[in-house]
């Protein structure tokens, strides 16, 4: 039963129930005035009389009354269901706009994965003339406009993700440098700093001062944040393809195992901490578990580096 209906349906039982009632006075009162007055003439009860006349308008003036405040009741309860309706247009077109906008990203993105449907229909609002909408299908809009938004924020949210994993593999391998600044030593073999002879060196270093930001060369996420033996205060970074990055000696780590970095994103201060003379960044690349030189990755520009 619509809302509408329902007012309606007491409003008829409301008047079927006052007119009895007009009926029952109009019989015992108003239809019988002489014999009534006869009967009572000088009894001085005629002001009973004329009490339940005066009672029976004032009555018909009180269902007048109640059903004016009905109509009332009844035209801001459909003004309230018109402005829904009218947000749920809005709703509507907004569940337009979010459809192509994943349409769009389906496009960019090239991603010919099945489970992407933008072309469902989708309910439009109405262009004509603009009537009272009944509440049953309000409801039955805002609850198809619930699933429709929930479907789409899933399908977005997929869509979403496999983006980023796409992004991820453009932007994963290392490509930039972990500090702005210099190289001090390379990587192979060279003079150990610390102990003397020769030693193999397998990463680069970088000139740095305590507290210089270090920055992630590449998309990934941290494998390691901690102490490491000799490298002192180190994170290291799975870039997903095989690539692995370590940066060591930090007086700071910015970034817990597990998170999500970003290319030139900081994640820890420079410092000397570890097997080091001096403050300075030790930059490792390891590929499929073997350090690799790393310069042959900070020489190549990445079309996202800024
Ligand atoms: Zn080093």
């Not at 007055?37 to 004329?50: F, K």
């Not at 930090?250 to 097997?275: C, D, M, P």
């Amino acid at each position: 039963m619509t809302y509408t209906n329902m007012l309606d349906k007491s409003r008829e039982a409301l008047a079927t129930q006052a007119s009895r009632f007009a009926n029952f006075l109009a019989h015992h009162g108003a239809r019988r005035p002489g014999v009534a007055s006869a009967l009572l003439l000088g009894t001085g009860l005629a002001v009973g009389i004329g009490g339940g006349i005066a009672g029976n308008l004032s009555l018909r003036a009180q269902v007048e009354q109640q059903q004016a405040q009905i109509e009332a009741t009844r035209a801001d309860a459909q003004r309230e269901i018109n402005a829904l309706a009218a947000r749920l247009g809005e709703l509507q077109a907004e569940a337009n706009r979010l459809n192509a906008l994943g349409e769009r990203l389906t496009r960019i993105g090239q991603l010919q994965d099945g489970e992407f449907d933008f072309n469902k229909p989708v309910g439009v609002g109405g262009t004509g003339e603009v009537e009272d909408m009944p509440k049953a299908e309000l409801d039955s809009g805002l609850a198809q406009l619930d699933a429709q938004f929930e479907a789409s924020g899933e399908q977005l949210s997929v869509l979403e993700s496999l983006l980023f994993n796409r992004q991820l593999d453009m932007n994963a391998v290392p490509s930039r440098e972990p500090i702005d600044s210099y190289i001090t030593s390379n990587y192979g073999g060279r003079a150990d700093p610390i102990r003397g002879g020769r030693a193999f060196h397998k990463g680069i270093d970088f000139e740095a001062d305590v507290g210089d930001p270090v920055m992630a060369v590449a998309d990934g996420v941290v494998s390691f944040s901690g102490r490491r033996s000799g490298y002192g205060n180190t994170i290291e970074i799975d870039h997903g393809n095989g690539y692995v990055t370590r940066y060591a000696h930090n007086s700071r780590l910015e970034r817990k195992v597990g998170s999500l970095v970003r290319a030139g994103q900081e994640i820890a201060k420079a410092g000397s901490t570890g097997r080091s003379t001096g403050a300075h960044v030790h930059f490792e690349v390891w590929k499929n578990g073997a350090a690799v030189n790393p310069k042959q990755f900070l020489q190549q520009q990445s079309p996202l580096r800024g």
